[in-house]
């Protein structure tokens, strides 16, 4: 669950998840939140971001144009990925020191990365 009260209206959905409602984020703001901080170096203080990607690709699609237009609504605008795509042993540091709660198991870094990077390939600079 993640609360921001410094944030600009988003557009939300009802969920449902065993009888129990609530309304929530959409998907795509969710995505475009995270790769906003997974594009500027700050993608080493916050390695959850990252992570969170990692899961949603698992369950989500991600389209670039939603994702695009949920940022520049928020008024917010993607880094250049330099650390994300030229810094991934320090990325890799990062994520290793990261630790996962409730008996989850951890993936490998590799394979949070790929999965990353292969999920917004559609925002990376070429």
Request: glycine share 6%.
């Amino acid at each position: 669950m993640d609360i921001d009260v410094n944030r600009l209206m988003v557009k939300t959905k009802i969920y449902e998840v065993s009888g129990l409602c609530f309304k929530g984020v959409i998907p795509s703001q969710m995505i475009a939140d995270k790769l906003s901080v997974i594009s500027v170096d700050k993608v080493f203080r916050r390695i959850k971001d990252l992570v969170d990607l990692y899961y949603l690709s698992h369950v989500c699609d991600f389209n670039s144009e939603d994702v695009l237009s949920m940022l520049k609504n928020n008024g917010k605008e993607l880094g250049k990925f330099d650390g994300f795509l030229n810094r991934t042993k320090d990325l890799k540091h990062s994520y290793e020191k990261f630790r996962f709660a409730g008996g989850v198991s951890k993936p490998t870094f590799e394979e949070v990365y790929l999965a990353v990077k292969t999920f917004i390939v559609d925002v990376l600079p070429q």
